[in-house]
């Protein structure tokens, strides 16, 4: 195993348990360390401090283990069974109505750059380091001997999620078994088809399954607004409540149509459901309809700190929006997954909306992302999604 050495002061990071060692911490690099490979981080006193994947950039290493480690197929074993065993404790594993949850995330699981969601008996791999995707079939292996007999297929949806260079030759494809899509999986009893070889991410946003849930106690009688809609998670657990009416809108032609069959699936042809292929801003401005519920859960305005400002401009120009359109009582969950967003930005930016919209508001609910999408408490960074529960007068 090669070596890295920081320079004087800079292990500190490292013995607070956070996960990255960013490039001005390093004095001296092995040579011969290419990317992807296993390596040592020492103090600059040639102290163990680490074990973790190289990675050429601002992130030099994402460090697995606090100490000298050797990594092979029993060691990827017992990370991925600790982080099994974490979701045995959500009560998930053995949920009758829940067969879709994260397995694996990332630096939350000791495991930075790579994802694994289970969709009833399909593992996801999403490796976001050419380290990880480099020990596909170890991790293979892992899922195989922790999972059993349930797994039937593991598919690896890496490509879009790796450096560039590198994913030239990555191709999403089966690693162990294969399986039909769209498979009909379950969510806290309801069902929904999952497409994780064409759909986005690895097929389904499993980290809103609760905030779902909270909509679902809101949403009896309401007529509500399903803005980037996806696949219609919102919308079916609303009209499973009883909600009056729903419309969902998406830009994408196939997740709107994805989320047409989720509606039929669970409550049948004759929902009250209205899907609109529409861009979500030009659908608001437009409309002359008022709701008395909406979800506005766009995807990541901003996935750089240069991009801050734009997407701070684009959150408030879309919640005023949104604002505008719902009736006095009325009630906006309202989402900014983008990570260089934090929650106080985000809260500020929803008052900014509230003013310019010149509605009165109060918060009913702070949301994040589910508890298995865990945030390690070593790495703040790792809480990407926030929400709020606006009460709009």
Same mark, same amino acid.
């Given at each position: 195993m090669k070596t890295i050495v920081l320079k004087a002061g800079k292990e500190a990071p490292v013995r607070r348990f956070h996960p990255w060692v960013f490039s001005g911490a390093i004095q001296s690099v092995e040579p011969g360390i290419q990317d992807g490979d =296993? =390596?040592?981080? +020492?103090?600059? $006193?040639? %102290?163990? /401090?680490?074990?973790?994947?190289? +990675?050429?950039?601002?992130?030099?290493?994402?460090?697995?283990a606090?100490?000298?480690?050797?990594?092979?197929?029993?060691?990827?074993? @017992?990370?991925?069974?600790a982080a099994h065993a974490y979701r045995r404790q959500l009560g998930l594993d053995a949920d009758p109505g829940t067969n879709a949850f994260r397995l694996v995330h990332a630096e939350g699981d000791g495991l930075p750059g790579l994802i694994v969601d289970l969709y009833g008996p399909v593992a996801v791999l999403q490796c976001h380091?050419?380290?990880?995707?480099?020990?596909?079939?170890? /991790?293979? @292996?892992? /899922?195989r001997a922790i999972l059993g007999q349930r797994l039937q297929a593991v598919f690896d949806k890496s490509r879009n999620s790796l450096p560039a260079r590198y994913a030239q030759g990555v191709a999403n494809t089966y690693l162990y078994g294969s399986a039909g899509v769209p498979l009909p999986v379950l969510e806290k009893g309801h069902q929904f088809l999952v497409d994780w070889e064409r759909g986005q991410k690895t097929g389904f946003f499993l980290d809103q399954r609760e905030n779902r849930e909270l909509l679902?106690?809101?949403?009896?009688?309401?007529?509500?607004? %399903?803005?980037? !809609?996806y696949s219609g998670g919102f919308s079916v657990y609303a009209l499973a409540a009883g909600a009056r009416? =729903?419309?969902?809108?998406?830009?994408?032609?196939?997740a709107i149509a994805l989320a047409g069959e989720n509606v039929r699936l669970n409550l049948g042809k004759e929902a009250a459901h209205r899907t609109h292929a529409e861009d979500v801003s030009r659908f608001l401005r437009d409309t002359d309809r008022r709701y008395d519920l909406m979800v506005v859960d766009p995807p990541a305005f901003a996935k750089t700190?240069?991009?801050?400002? +734009?997407?701070? +401009?684009?959150?408030k120009r879309l919640n005023a &929006?949104? /604002?505008?359109?719902?009736?006095?009582?009325?009630? &906006?969950?309202?989402? !900014?997954? !983008?990570?260089?967003?934090d929650d106080a930005l985000?809260? $500020?930016?929803?008052?900014?909306?509230?003013? @310019?919209?010149?509605?009165?508001?109060?918060?009913?609910?702070? &949301? %994040?992302?589910?508890?298995d999408h865990p945030v390690s408490i070593h790495h703040p960074e790792g809480a990407y999604l926030k929400g709020l529960v606006l009460y709009v007068e």
């Open positions: =296993v =390596v040592e981080v +020492q103090d600059h $006193n040639g %102290n163990p /401090l680490g074990t973790g994947h190289f +990675q050429d950039g601002s992130i030099k290493v994402r460090l697995f606090y100490a000298r480690r050797t990594v092979d197929a029993g060691f990827w074993t @017992e990370k991925i069974r380091s050419i380290g990880m995707h480099r020990e596909r079939l170890h /991790l293979v @292996e892992a /899922l679902a106690h809101y949403a009896a009688g309401k007529k509500m607004l %399903n803005a980037f !809609s009416e =729903v419309d969902s809108v998406d830009v994408s032609k196939e700190m240069g991009k801050r400002h +734009q997407a701070v +401009q684009g959150y &929006l949104a /604002l505008n359109r719902l009736e006095p009582g009325g009630i &906006l969950f309202t989402f !900014s997954c !983008s990570q260089v967003v985000f809260y $500020n930016t929803l008052v900014a909306a509230a003013l @310019e919209a010149g509605r009165r508001v109060r918060v009913m609910h702070r &949301l %994040n992302q589910g508890p």
